[in-house]
């Protein structure tokens, strides 16, 4: 089995993956070709002329988490090779922080307040009677 993932890729790229692989999403692409196919399908997109944006490739093999995997460009996440298993890292958009923020980040974000006293989102509470 073979995933390709293509971000910011032109539009004949895709249609020369898809003769040989079904896009069941934009840029995922998704087949059972053999080992030959698929690095002739890698070496197309890595060296397609027009091709400035990032790609993955995933297939079935015999390891401790039962795929491979090889990229090129630079996309939102990269796999890492951590002892043999690969690590999914969020790269951060601006270069230079130290820190990305992702979702289900554990410190807390508040609205900024308004005057007043009351947050951006906050209605007044009406007491009643």
């Not at 460009?73 to 002892?83: H, I, K, S, W």
């Given at each position: 089995?073979?995933?390709?993932?293509?971000?910011?890729?032109?539009?004949?790229?895709?249609?020369?993956?898809s003769?040989?692989l079904?896009e069941?999403?934009?840029?995922?692409?998704l087949?059972?070709?053999?080992?030959?196919?698929?690095?002739?399908?890698?070496?197309?997109?890595?060296?397609?002329?027009?091709?400035?944006?990032y790609?993955?490739?995933?297939?079935?093999?015999?390891?401790?988490?039962?795929?491979?995997?090889?990229?090129w460009?630079?996309?939102?996440?990269?796999?890492?090779?951590?002892?043999?298993?690969?690590?999914?890292?969020?790269?951060?958009?601006?270069?230079?922080?130290?820190?990305?923020q992702?979702?289900?980040?554990?410190?807390?974000?508040?609205?900024?307040?308004?005057?007043?006293?009351?947050?951006?989102?906050?209605?007044?509470?009406?007491?009643?009677?």
């Open positions: 089995m073979l995933v390709m993932m293509l971000e910011k890729s032109p539009a004949s790229l895709k249609g020369l993956l003769r040989w079904i069941v999403r934009s840029g995922v692409f087949g059972n070709p053999s080992s030959r196919i698929r690095d002739v399908l890698w070496d197309r997109t890595v060296l397609h002329p027009r091709n400035h944006g790609a993955i490739q995933i297939w079935t093999d015999q390891g401790p988490q039962g795929f491979s995997y090889r990229t460009g630079e996309g939102g996440r990269e796999l890492v090779d951590f002892e043999g298993i690969a690590l999914v890292r969020q790269t951060c958009a601006k270069r230079g922080t130290s820190r990305c992702v979702a289900g980040d554990a410190t807390p974000r508040l609205p900024p307040r308004r005057k007043g006293g009351r947050s951006a989102g906050e209605r007044p509470v009406r007491s009643a009677g």
